[in-house]
């Protein structure tokens, strides 16, 4: 019984630090401060994130093919052809092009 009541309260405290880290990083991200990696589309000045407008033509770019329909693969492809780099330089891929669209609709 005891061990019963110990593994709830471990699973009571688990929850609650998930509750509070994902508030603390949906507040920073409103807030346009860095939370993790810089997200494609922005640049990491001092804690902030500045737009950066060259990367957010490519996004717009982006979401435009994948409502015409393109695959993420596709899109992916036509950025390495077009000689588009990826936010760290290296080249596109379809879990690239897919993250950069998440985060276009959550980063806004």
Known sequence: MIFRMLAVL????RDQISE??????????????????TPYGFDRVDDSLVLNYTEQKVIEEILE????GWSLRRIAGK????????????????????????CATRCK
């Open 10 to 13: 471990n699973e009571f405290e």
């Open 20 to 37: 509070r880290t994902t508030a603390a990083l949906r507040h920073k991200r409103e807030q346009r401060q860095v939370y993790s990696p």
């Open 65 to 68: 093919l994948r409502e015409r």
């Open 79 to 102: 950025l390495n052809l077009d000689g588009v780099e990826s936010k760290r330089g290296g080249q596109w891929f379809g879990s690239t092009v897919k993250s950069v669209i998440e």
